[in-house]
């Protein structure tokens, strides 16, 4: 869990054999029961997440969210209008380029789900705004990827290849068990193109489609908001390679666990002095890379030379902070002062 500007407030875990769709809720009200926060909160996060029990019980709680939505998993009547041109706007950079995209609606949903305590199916209807955007990179990087697919997919037809070797070409192929006279008797699989997928697959590549219950706010800070999980994405990558968080070499919970929360500290003191210290104008990697390369040389009883690459970072680190980093040489009292200094 984090908050608006990715610093970590909350961490769980849970067997990687369950749903996190669960989890989501469960940690947000033991976060807000724990430090007595009765403020509204916006969740934001991926599809994998969204899900109609989830938005329900946001909303029950008074909070909002953020999630995106799956285009091609919409129906027809929702795809048809994601593909109208009408009402699109372009959002470009300071050079005339068109980044995306992007138009809106705000209108009346219906979601069921089954209850988890219950078992009963629970059906409701809320006013929400949808965005839908249409990167062009995207749709670039998409339409090769599924043409690759298909073409994969061609030359295993055409080879007869077996089932388990079409991969994931598969989602682009029919295969049916039929004999000459159209039985199921002979075992033999006939494969056929699924030309219908292909073409809707083709259609909507390069959209992405944003739901939330916000319909105040303006679609462009929407997206933005969205598109800042990122640095969640950031936070694992720092955890798995900087870190090492992977592989865990443990078997009790409690160690796990204690692993676990050494790495998650080490993530959020690397946030605080990204955001309150130094404004978020360094990257996570830079801070790691000073911590990994920045050191010195004993040559004698009070002396050391300083080994460090001269970095912008290092310069910014050491007029901020009032340090001698950038010096070459340093005495004992250069090196207490670094080591005892406190932001």
């Known amino acids: 869990m984090l908050d608006a500007n990715q610093i970590p407030i909350g961490m769980k875990l849970f067997p990687g054999n369950q749903s996190e769709k669960p989890v989501i809720r469960n940690i947000i009200d033991d976060l807000k029961k724990r430090n007595s926060v009765s403020g509204r909160t916006i969740q934001i996060a991926d599809k994998g997440l969204n899900c109609a029990e989830n938005i329900f019980h946001a909303l029950k709680n008074g909070d909002g969210y953020i999630f995106s939505k ?13 593909l ?18 992007i138009k809106e609606c705000v209108d009346e949903f219906e979601y069921k789900f089954t209850e988890s305590e219950t078992g009963s199916l629970k059906k409701f209807r809320i006013t929400e705004k949808r965005i839908v955007t249409f990167n062009p990179k995207l749709a670039k990087k998409q339409i090769y990827e599924i043409n690759k697919e298909v073409e994969k997919a061609r030359l295993l037809k055409a080879s007869q290849a077996k089932k388990s070797e079409y991969g994931d070409s598969a989602k682009y192929v029919i295969f049916t068990v039929a004999d000459k006279k159209g039985n199921d008797t002979d075992g033999k699989v006939k494969v056929t193109m699924n030309e219908e997928l292909i073409q809707k697959s083709l259609e909507l590549a390069g959209y992405n489609m944003l739901v939330t219950s916000e319909i105040s706010m303006k679609d462009k ?8 999980l990122w640095r969640i994405e950031e936070s694992f990558r720092i955890m798995k390679s900087q870190l090492d968080a992977r592989p865990v070499y443990l078997q009790k919970q409690d160690t796990i666990v204690g692993h676990f929360l050494i790495c998650y500290l080490a993530v959020l003191l ?14 996570s990697e830079e801070l790691f890379e000073f911590v990994r ?17 001269g970095t912008s970072f290092i310069r910014e680190l050491s007029e901020l902070c009032s340090l001698p980093l950038t010096s070459y040489f ?4 250069d090196i207490k002062k670094m080591l005892s200094h406190r932001f």
């Open 221 to 228: 800070d929407v997206y933005n908001a969205y598109h800042n």
């Open 84 to 101: 109208l041109p009408n009402n699109y706007r372009d959002v470009k950079n300071a050079a005339g380029e068109t980044l995306y995209r």
């Open 270 to 283: 690397t946030r605080l002095l990204q955001f309150k210290i130094l404004k978020n104008g360094y990257s």
């Open 330 to 333: 340093l005495n004992e009292g």
């Open 293 to 309: 390369d920045f050191r010195v040389a004993k040559i004698s009883d009070r002396k050391y030379i300083n080994l460090s690459h």
């Open 70 to 82: 799956s285009v091609k998993m919409l129906p027809e009547t929702e795809k048809t209008w994601v």
